[in-house]
């Protein structure tokens, strides 16, 4: 056990916590018997943005392991994939797109272990398609602060399996999670880039039936343009390539690289609103005017920051939040408010990602829900942040949106008791599943997810 | 919690009624401050003050918490309630002191003691408690008000420079161990402030205001540093009255 400071992906926050490092389940279940003052919980690749996976004075696991590989079991005729929760998207992609299986929901980034997958119920940009992680999981085995490890799924004790998809880790230990790979031919995407001139044309693009033809489909959006040309954006779309829409007798090739690390230090306030207006003309100039189809590999169409090790210290030693909120489908109006308050304050958003969403899934504290995502970083820094996310946050609450918690670093209590309906029926389940309410993470205390332990 | 936004949900005041005390407080309030707990000897006073400082428009939590700055045995228990009142500490700010008159000490030299308990001993006991509390939470940040008066003591201000210069010692030492356990201090040093506590008294050179020195905290506070001189220039000036000999100290002409 030793003592480190930790923070989620966006470096803000920090705090210590005592970490244990776990391997298999029989770890996890020494490390709940340790004595345990402020709680526990469960840590992965650490990508959550804000505060989910650490425990400030109190236990994290350290749960992401790749060297479990071997312990991948994959059925080549049911596409159904068992493998310990602490693996990496990242390994279980090498191991099985080369087989020809891909990862029916994966979020920006394949640097998150499954077991993070399942806690914060990620999305990706099939969402409207496919829904979210939760259900493609088979079924899963969660150690309890009981030491008991119990199977769960939506058959089997469904309650406890949908309240500890998109827990964020309050309900119990992933240990293993069986989930149902989407064949593919191969590692290729077939994608479709186009601009539009505004917010309404993206929206307007996104919302046609053409938007179901493809499986994946998302919005870059500049934050930064006003007038006329507010909420102007690049939208790329596609669909998993055939073997006959890839050259070579290698369809399903799978060599995802790492070409470029951020420098060792960076002064804060080097993404500014000065750099990424240039930066974001750039990109919008790039895209083909006329729509534009082409093959681009997994890493580049799904995870293009992957590509930059540790992206996360380009904002410097202040961090940057990520901040994601959804709004109805007929509530578009919010977004183009919010857009224009960004806008107006200059605030720069060096990635804004707009999507439309399909249908909720029954975990209780999932985020998705049909309507319209926006995605932004923002460097956290500035002083004005904290006011005019406020007036955001109220808008958006309004409109009966909700945050991601996977991402949150900065809503408030009653906003999560606002958009959350379900949140006192989960909290009642998660104490059912925690008696001895071992589970807690700095998320869980900001938003009184969980009662006080000390 | 404090958020990714740096922004503190609990902040605690030692010294509810502190001019520079309650102006940084003040000063930190902004959207994602859920509580703030002013822990006063006249709690009345503290109330009437913040009642006025907040306006009627407010969201935050206040909570105010008696004390006695002379009683060092109750600290660990104030800690305490405060924990059990709002959870776990974000900032603390211990702004409450005495400063007395000199000419007072030298006709009764045992009114001195009580200044050494409030600013020193007592100040001292509430520290250790904070510091373990903080410790044992991971985080958290602890600010203390010292004084130039401190950094080089002088004859006209020596039983609070003193005490000032004791408090800064024990503080400065009490950061490295906090660093250790995630969490930090930060000591400010601030020149001659015009408070209630030097009303009647003759402006020394570079006299500063509350808001100013309130300001330059709440940035430091944000930051990771563990002194903070105010204005910054004091920096600089103690690094050569510091090294001046004692004879040629006490010639100067600081009053």
């Known amino acids: 056990m030793s003592r480190e400071r930790l923070s989620g992906w966006g470096r803000t926050a920090w705090t210590s916590s005592d970490v244990v490092e776990v391997r298999d389940a029989s770890d996890v279940k020494r490390a709940i018997g340790l004595e345990h003052r402020r709680g526990a919980i469960a840590r992965g690749l650490g990508r959550a943005y804000g505060a989910a996976a650490q425990n400030a004075g109190g236990t994290v696991l350290a749960c992401a392991d790749d060297g479990r590989v071997n312990d991948v079991h994959l059925d080549a005729v049911s596409g159904l ?33 499954l077991g993070g997958a399942v806690a914060s119920d990620v999305h990706g940009k099939n969402h409207h398609v496919d829904g979210s992680f939760g259900q493609h999981v088979e079924s899963m085995k969660v150690i309890l602060s009981s030491g008991e490890e119990i199977t769960l799924s939506p058959n089997d004790n469904p309650t406890w399996f949908w309240s500890t998809i998109g827990g964020m880790g309050l309900t119990g230990v992933v240990s293993e999670v069986t989930v149902r790979m989407l064949r593919v031919a191969s590692s290729q995407v077939k994608v479709e880039t186009r601009r539009l001139s505004n917010l309404d044309e993206v929206i307007a693009s996104m919302s046609d039936d053409s938007d179901d033809e493809f499986r994946y489909s998302v919005a870059w959006v500049d934050m930064l343009a006003s007038g006329r040309s507010l909420g102007r954006g690049v939208l790329t779309r596609g669909n998993h390539a055939t073997a006959s829409d890839v050259d070579g007798s290698e369809p399903c090739r799978y ?64 961090g940057f939040i990520q901040y994601q909120f959804i709004v109805p489908l007929e509530r578009v109006d919010v977004l183009r408010t919010v857009i224009g308050k960004f806008s107006d304050a200059g605030v720069a958003s060096f990635l804004a990602v707009l999507k439309r969403m399909g249908k909720s899934n029954a975990a209780l504290m999932s985020f998705p829900t049909e309507g319209w995502t926006l995605t932004l970083d923002l460097a956290a820094g500035s002083s004005r942040l904290p006011g005019l996310l406020e007036r955001i946050d109220e808008l958006v609450l309004d409109a009966g949106g909700r945050h991601y918690l996977a991402k949150d670093a900065h809503v408030s209590a009653m906003a999560v008791e606002r958009a959350y309906p379900r949140l006192a029926e989960w909290k009642s389940i998660r104490n059912e599943m925690d008696p001895r309410r071992l589970w807690t993470s700095d998320l869980a205390r900001r938003l009184k997810l969980v009662e006080e332990t000390s | ?45 503290a109330e009437t003050r913040w009642n006025t400082l907040l306006g009627d428009e407010s969201q935050v939590n206040v ?7 002379a009683d060092a045995g109750s600290m660990v228990d104030v800690v305490k309630a405060i924990v059990d009142e709002v959870g776990d500490i974000d900032v603390v700010v211990v702004a409450h002191a005495l400063l007395g008159s000199h000419s007072d000490f030298l006709k009764d030299p045992v009114a001195a003691a009580s200044v050494t308990t409030v600013n020193f001993g007592a100040t001292m006991v509430l520290l250790l408690a904070l510091g373990e509390r903080m410790k044992q939470q991971g985080y958290g940040r602890i600010c203390l008000l010292s004084s130039v008066a401190g950094m080089r003591v002088r004859w006209s201000n020596a039983v609070y420079g003193s005490t000032k210069a004791g408090i800064d010692g024990f503080a400065l030492a009490l950061d490295g161990e906090l660093r250790r356990h995630g969490a930090s201090l930060l000591v400010v040093r601030p020149g001659f402030v015009t408070t209630k506590m030097t009303v009647g008294m003759k402006k020394a050179p570079l006299a500063t205001t509350p808001e100013a020195v309130a300001s330059a905290t709440v940035k430091a506070l944000g930051g990771n540093g563990t002194v903070l001189w105010t ?10 009255f510091r090294l001046l000999p004692e004879s040629l100290w006490r010639r100067l002409p600081l009053g």
């Open chain 1, 81 to 113: 994939l068992t493998a310990p929760a602490g693996l990496s998207l990242d390994a279980l992609l090498r191991y099985s797109v080369p087989r020809g299986w891909f990862i029916p929901v994966t979020p920006g980034t394949r640097f998150v272990t």
């Open chain 1, 255 to 318: 060599d995802p690289k790492i070409r470029l690390a951020a420098p060792p230090w960076v002064p804060n306030g080097l993404l500014n609103k000065f750099t990424v207006r240039a930066f974001n003309e750039a990109w919008y100039r790039k895209a083909p005017a006329d729509a534009h189809v082409g093959l681009e590999s997994i890493p580049a169409f799904f995870h293009p920051l992957d590509g930059v090790r540790k992206w996360n210290a380009l904002y410097g030693s202040n």
């Open chain 2, 1 to 45: 919690m404090k958020n990714g936004l740096g922004v503190p949900q609990n902040i605690v005041l030692f010294g509810g009624t502190s001019d520079i005390g309650c102006e940084i407080v003040r000063q930190m309030i902004q959207p994602g401050v859920a509580n703030i707990v002013l822990v006063s000897r006249d709690i009345d006073s």
């Open chain 2, 63 to 69: 909570h105010h918490v008696r004390f006695d700055g």
């Open chain 2, 231 to 240: 204005p910054s220039a004091f920096r600089f000036i103690f690094g050569v």
